[in-house]
């Protein structure tokens, strides 16, 4: 299973971007990478799944290299209520095999 | 509400008792995950169903949690003879298709043992 990385914790402040790095180096060609958000007594939600380059959705981007050994999670224009822990997956979508790792923390403040 | 519900969100119980959680997915939802989240921790996987099938269980899922999808339909998990390192978050979470593309969860069950 593809290890990955993220940092602990991160702080931002409302209105500005945010990007959340995420290394995972033993990748494989038939993974994927998936990021999930979660706030405080509730379950994960997802946010943003991709491949390689780029994907948008209408909360996040997710940028791929072409080496996919790290994706990065931008969020545009954090608020408040972007408080949350926000988890990078990597895993072959098919054998079921993505597992949460301790995610990053991010406090945004006003 | 469509989402994916569990009954009850919160159960105290004492050391050596037997818990039962159930969970409802998404309707028509054929794929349907167990995890177990502990504070400052990610979700833990524990157990997947494809329809009834259970098709993978995790170490951590010791002999003392058994869980089901008797009709391909809501799951149950049950814990016996719960222990001090039982409390935890228990997620539920359904998916669509034969893939875990989005995973859909549930708000949770917390349990604590005393």
């Known amino acids: 299973l593809a290890k990955t990385t993220q940092p602990i914790s991160m702080d931002s402040y409302e209105g500005q971007e945010v990007n959340i790095t995420c290394s995972h180096n033993?990748?494989?060609?038939?993974?994927?990478i998936t990021w999930y958000q979660q706030f405080p007594s509730q379950g994960p939600r997802f946010i943003i799944q991709g491949y390689k380059t780029k994907v948008t959705n209408e909360v996040a981007s997710l940028f791929i290299p072409a080496d996919r050994k790290s994706s990065t999670l931008s969020l545009p224009r954090v608020s408040l209520s972007d408080t949350a822990v926000y988890y990078c997956l990597v895993g072959d979508l098919n054998n079921n095999d993505m597992r949460f790792g301790a995610g990053t923390r991010l406090t945004v403040k006003p | 509400d469509t989402g994916v519900s569990q009954d009850p969100r919160h159960k105290i119980t004492k050391r050596g008792q037997n818990v039962t959680f159930r969970c409802d997915p998404i309707?028509?939802?054929?794929?349907l995950y167990w995890y177990r989240q502990t504070l400052g921790q990610g979700p833990e996987f524990l157990t997947y169903f494809q329809n009834e099938a259970q098709l993978e269980k995790s170490r951590l899922l010791s002999d003392r949690f058994s869980a089901e999808r008797p009709k391909g339909s809501f799951s149950t998990l049950e814990i016996q003879r719960t222990e001090q390192g039982d409390s935890a978050m228990y997620l539920c979470?359904?998916?669509?298709?034969?893939?875990?593309?989005?995973?859909?969860f549930g708000p949770g069950t917390r349990l604590t043992v005393l």
């Open positions: 033993n990748i494989a060609t038939n993974d994927y």
């Open positions: 979470a359904s998916s669509a298709g034969t893939s875990g593309v989005e995973q859909f």
């Open positions: 309707s028509e939802h054929n794929r």
